[in-house]
């Protein structure tokens, strides 16, 4: 008798594993990592759940698919999103061009790619978030203050989230989130937003 299991079989198990996959705690999905099958880690690398060791590990995996999924998950370190927008495969790239919380210094980078079709999506990505910027600065401009605030709220905690808290691009956003304040009379808010801008750009120039 075979010991080699039956193809249906190694459906079913496959089947499982992906289900387990996509629902796990994170201990659980650390564990599927040890799975030789893309299909399974590409579901682990989905998981809104999976740690970022696991992921800076799995976007070195041989399969595309497997990176895609990588570039997709919120909880992908910056430093390794970046990394997956210089990919050798182009539908890596194409998958992180097509990532609005990506930063927007890497989608500027992708919209010069090689390929077209990463090209085009970037291009589009890029006029996604950068509308929701000219849509906050629009409102500033007509000094609709309270419309404004939310957007650039809503900046700063991305940026923070996607590319770090000490990035030029937050300070940016935190000096025009202090305007949208300063317009409704709330100057306290508004100084402690200033000052944090400030202590960003002293941070960056130190390093610099």
Request: hydrophobic share 40%.
């Amino acid at each position: 008798m075979s010991s080699e299991m039956s193809p249906d079989l190694k459906a079913i198990q496959l089947a499982a594993a992906k289900t387990l996959a996509s629902k796990s705690s994170p201990l659980t999905l650390e564990k599927l990592t040890q799975q030789q099958q893309s299909a399974v880690l590409e579901r682990v690398a989905e998981n809104g759940e999976t740690s970022k060791e696991v992921l800076v590990s799995l976007a070195e995996h041989s399969s595309p698919e497997v990176r895609s999924a990588v570039s997709e998950n919120a909880n992908t370190p910056a430093a390794t999103v970046q990394q997956l927008a210089c990919d050798e495969h182009p539908d890596v790239r194409y998958q992180v061009a097509s990532n609005a919380n990506v930063a927007t210094d890497v989608l500027e980078k992708l919209a010069g790619d090689e390929n077209p079709f990463v090209v085009d999506r970037a291009q589009h990505t890029l006029q996604d978030v950068r509308s929701v910027l000219e849509q906050a600065d629009d409102l500033l401009l007509q000094e609709q203050f309270a419309e404004a605030e939310p957007l650039y709220l809503k900046l700063v905690t991305d940026l923070a989230h996607l590319i770090g808290p000490n990035h030029a691009e937050v300070a940016e956003a935190l000096h025009k989130l202090a305007a949208s304040l300063i317009g409704q009379g709330k100057e306290t808010a508004a100084a402690e937003m200033e000052e944090r801008a400030t202590r960003i750009k002293n941070a960056i120039h130190e390093v610099c």
